[in-house]
């Protein structure tokens, strides 16, 4: 099993900044890529940025220019830099994992998710 304890959401007015932080600890073996979603009450679960093992990067047209996901290999940490943050930024925002274990066999793993609402 592979853990993951995120951290950093919180209260933000308009235009402020949050940083994410989603730690994953256990039976890692072979990450393939750390992921952020995100989920508004009434809505469906979505995905914010992913980045892989070789650092490529995606995310959703609604935070680019303002949300910067990195990742510390060597700590097997994923972040989230929100900026210019908006009032439909609210949500749980939850830390996703993907990775092979020593079989070969894929597995995807959540975090908890740590709440982020931003004020108008």
């Known amino acids: 099993q592979v853990q993951l304890v995120e951290s950093g959401g919180g209260l933000v007015q308009t235009g402020g900044s949050l940083r994410l932080s989603c730690v994953a600890s256990g039976r890692i073996f072979s990450i393939l890529a750390m992921a952020w979603y995100r989920q508004a009450p009434g809505k469906q679960r979505e995905l914010v940025a992913l980045?892989?093992?070789?650092?490529?990067?995606n995310s959703a047209d609604s935070v680019k220019g303002r949300f910067t996901i990195s990742r510390d290999n060597a700590k097997n940490t994923v972040y989230l830099q929100m900026d210019s943050l908006k009032p439909e930024d609210t949500a749980v925002y939850y830390c996703?994992?993907?990775?092979?274990?020593?079989?070969?066999?894929?597995?995807?793993?959540w975090g908890q998710g740590t709440q982020v609402t931003v004020s108008s």
């Open positions: 996703n994992v993907r990775q092979r274990d020593v079989t070969g066999a894929y597995q995807v793993y």
């Open positions: 980045i892989s093992n070789d650092g490529s990067t």
